[in-house]
């Protein structure tokens, strides 16, 4: 059994067993999805050590609530779900003392080494901007992007209408072209 | 940092924000039902190609981001794992005949699944998902149903292979347990590709 290899098993199988009491298989999906919760609350929090203190308490959180997910293979928008939560619970908290500092030193995630400089540049530039963002652009774009909600729910988990997230995505688009046009 | 608009904008990107929005809610939509205006404008169409590009590198950015930011070291998970507790898993509890009429034993519901899962991933080519135990499992004489959804390495010929399965659960429930098992139910929901390479996994990130 010491080649039981559980990472050839799909999300709704890992759940499953999870629910059942398999710690094995929760670490499994720990491993599959920690770095986009991490990506995920990054772009919320702005900021590196808050994103990771709520990826740690998003699956901590997760493990306590399998049972009520209904479809088990949907874990992974479950996940970005109690991600951007538990993100806005951690920014309420710390505010309003705080803001970008942390976020500003961080350096732009990179590709590989073996991406083409040509998409590397553009890469950076896309993250140079979303670094610059204001905080309703930066937040309503990760909430689009990277947890792929409707205008509806990102209004509704930012507090603001859904023509602000319009226009706020409108703005953070525009000048994430602008940037990528500098590059060019 | 500002919202307002940069006055060093070209001008061909100073479009406003009600046209950037409608334009990436006609991307969103798939470019259906088609747009004559937004195809057929030289600069609309342009902006279009932007949109989409932009996309692309997002995507490719966040599938960076995420193989960059991926569990940084062995600590994390365990930091993780161990603040996860056992709780609230264990489930119904099953009763065993004591040696002493004065005792009374038992053993859990999810310690009996857990048994089921091990005997049933012990055997090749078949891992196990969810574990039922359908039936009164608290009466020692009620007949109780083993019922599983499991994953079976690509290749493996199913029949074969579920009743290999089926005999290992069965083995497992009546050397350990006093329970009545009168139909052990396999579901078959996924097959996985199994790695014959004595290499660990590949993974897309090794290339450090």
């Given at each position: 059994m010491s080649d039981l290899d559980l990472r050839a098993l799909p999300d709704g199988l890992l759940v499953d067993r999870a629910t059942d009491g398999d710690r094995r298989a929760f670490e499994v999906l720990l491993l599959r999805y920690t770095g986009i919760t991490r990506a995920y609350a990054r772009r919320l929090t702005g900021s590196a050590a808050d994103a990771d203190d709520v990826v740690q308490e998003t699956f901590i959180t997760a493990w306590g609530s399998l049972d009520q997910l209904a479809d088990p293979s949907a874990v992974k928008p479950w996940l970005m779900r109690i991600t951007a939560r538990k993100s806005f619970d951690r920014i309420r908290a710390r505010?309003?003392?705080?803001?970008?500092e942390d976020w500003e030193g961080q350096a732009p995630a990179g590709a590989g080494p073996e991406a083409r400089a040509e998409v590397n540049s553009q890469l950076e530039a896309v993250a140079r901007v979303l670094g610059e963002l204001p905080e309703l652009q930066r937040q309503s774009w990760a909430l689009r992007e990277i947890g792929e909600m409707s205008y509806r729910e990102i209004a509704e988990e930012l507090g603001v209408t859904e023509p602000t997230v319009r226009g706020a995505l409108a703005r953070a688009r525009t000048a994430l072209l602008r940037g990528l046009e500098q590059w060019r | 940092m500002s919202d307002t608009q940069d006055p060093t904008t070209p001008p061909d990107t100073a479009l406003s924000d009600e046209l950037i929005a409608e334009l990436e809610d006609y991307l969103a939509a798939g470019r259906e039902p088609r747009n004559q205006r937004f195809e057929e404008d030289p600069e609309l169409s342009r902006v279009l190609g932007s949109l989409e590009n932009l996309h692309r590198v997002t995507a490719e950015l966040l599938d960076a981001e995420a193989r960059d930011l991926a569990a940084p070291d062995p600590g994390w998970v365990q930091k993780i794992m161990t603040n996860i507790v056992q709780e609230a898993r264990s489930g119904r509890s099953i009763p065993l005949t004591a040696v002493s009429e004065a005792d009374t034993l038992s053993v859990t519901e999810g310690a009996v699944r857990t048994l089921v899962r091990d005997a049933g991933d012990a055997v090749p080519g078949i891992l196990i998902g969810r574990c039922r135990l359908d039936g009164d499992v608290t009466d020692p004489a009620a007949a109780i149903a083993v019922r599983l959804t499991v994953s079976v390495a690509a290749g493996q010929r199913i029949p074969e292979v579920t009743a290999r399965l089926r005999a290992a659960v069965i083995a497992a429930l009546e050397r350990h347990t006093e329970l009545t098992v009168s139909d052990v139910d396999i579901s078959v929901v996924d097959l996985y590709e199994h790695r014959t390479d004595a290499s660990p996994a590949p993974e897309p990130e090794e290339n450090r």
């Open positions: 505010r309003p003392e705080r803001s970008l | -």
